[in-house]
């Protein structure tokens, strides 16, 4: 099993700044972290679970949603088993709570998004307002 444990939500008001942070830990069939490829997901109030962005398992390849390109960039760190997500000039639309998400593949995850995804983390809120 993989472990993910999401941190760094929190209140911020629109045009500012957040980073969250995933810690992993665990592995499943000889599969470590730095084998997974892994990406952000967030569910706002009474809408469905969508892709933010993903990060290939080296870290060379990256991929936004539309909605965040330009604002939002995901990292890894596979010596520290972490991945971070920076948030910037967030917009009230942006509320919603944010969850890390561990997928075998890279292309997987892109292709099926919330189906790719093995392992999900509890999830971490960002309010942004107004």
């Known amino acids: 099993q993989v472990q993910l444990v999401e941190s760094g939500g929190g209140l911020v008001q629109a045009g500012g700044s957040l980073r969250l942070s995933c810690a992993a830990s665990?592995?499943?069939?000889?599969?470590?972290?730095?084998?997974?490829?892994m990406g952000w997901f967030r569910q706002a109030p009474g809408k469905e679970r969508e892709f933010v962005t993903a990060?290939?398992?080296?870290?060379?390849?990256?991929y936004y949603a539309d909605s965040v390109k330009g604002r939002f960039t995901i990292s890894r760190n596979n010596a520290k088993n972490t991945v971070d997500l920076q948030m910037n000039t967030l917009k009230p639309e942006d509320t919603a709570v944010y969850y890390c998400?561990?997928?075998?593949?890279?292309?997987?995850?892109?292709?099926?998004?919330?189906?790719?995804?093995?392992?999900w983390g509890k999830g971490t809120l960002v309010t942004v307002s107004s």
């Open positions: 998400a561990a997928a075998p593949s890279f292309n997987r995850l892109l292709t099926e998004g919330t189906g790719g995804v093995d392992y």
């Open positions: 665990g592995r499943t069939f000889g599969r470590t972290f730095s084998t997974y490829a």
């Open positions: 990060i290939s398992w080296a870290g060379i390849s990256t």
